[in-house]
């Protein structure tokens, strides 16, 4: 069992950067791969970025790669998100999910463990 919870959220201008935490609960975490989603109002929530168990491999939606990095710190339990040249289109709530599998996963349906989320607004 594992239990995630987000930080970090918040409105900022467009073109700048934010850092999303993810705190873990569980002796599982170092070996579960990782991904951050993310939902806007009236759209489904899709993949952001995925991270496998080790942190040696990530993959990222088109629509982030080049502007957001994901990393995790296995001793702290934490997985992370950092998000730069933010866009008013990348406004959603951020959501940290675990799935039991070690390499990346891009299919929602894989993930069995979800954080409650965290609100990020860019303004333009």
């Known amino acids: 069992q594992v239990q995630l919870v987000e930080s970090g959220g918040r409105l900022v201008q467009a073109g700048g950067s934010l850092r999303l935490s993810c705190a873990a609960s569980?002796?599982?975490?170092?070996?579960?791969?990782m991904g951050w989603f993310r939902q806007a109002p009236g759209k489904e929530r899709e993949i952001v970025a995925s991270?496998?168990?080790?942190?040696?491999?990530?993959d990222y939606a088109d629509s982030v790669k080049g502007r957001f990095t994901i990393s995790r710190d296995n001793a702290k339990k934490t997985l992370y998100l950092q998000m730069n040249s933010l866009k008013p289109e990348d406004t959603a709530v951020y959501y940290c999910?675990?799935?039991?599998?070690?390499?990346?996963?891009?299919?929602?349906?894989?993930?069995?463990?979800w954080g409650q989320g965290t609100q990020v607004t860019v303004s333009s």
């Open positions: 999910a675990a799935t039991k599998l070690e390499g990346i996963s891009w299919y929602i349906h894989e993930y069995d463990y």
């Open positions: 569980g002796r599982s975490f170092s070996t579960y791969a």
């Open positions: 991270i496998d168990w080790s942190g040696g491999s990530a």
